[in-house]
């Protein structure tokens, strides 16, 4: 049988505790970091699916793949326009930069 939410949320709340056996302070605070993260999206998800429930709506959306299509680089432009963002990540281009200088993203 598969673990339930409130079973993943009750583990994550135990890591959590675990952290003070952690010495290295960046390390520990890295992991809180995503134990909280993980925490608060249970957390959603379990909300979510209360108030589905209450209006008596589907809980999940069938869809049809598991997977988002990215387009492919042989149909991604490289000529660059003023004023076009970053392929990437959509932040402001510099026209003498042959990359990214908010992600690093090679133009």
């Known amino acids: 049988m598969a673990p339930t939410v409130d079973e993943f949320r009750r583990y994550l709340q135990a890591r959590r505790h675990e952290l003070q056996n952690i010495v ?4 520990r605070e890295r992991i809180r970091l995503r134990i909280d993260i993980s925490l608060q999206e249970a957390l959603d998800f379990s909300a979510a699916v209360e108030i589905r429930e209450a209006l008596d709506s589907k809980k999940f959306q069938d869809v049809d793949s598991s997977t988002r299509l990215i387009e492919s680089a042989d149909n991604i432009s490289n000529t660059r326009i003023e004023g076009d963002g970053c392929p990437k ?6 026209e003498d930069l042959s990359f990214c200088p908010s992600c690093g993203h090679t133009l």
């Open 24 to 27: 290295d302070p960046e390390e």
């Open 89 to 94: 990540c959509e932040g402001p281009l510099e």
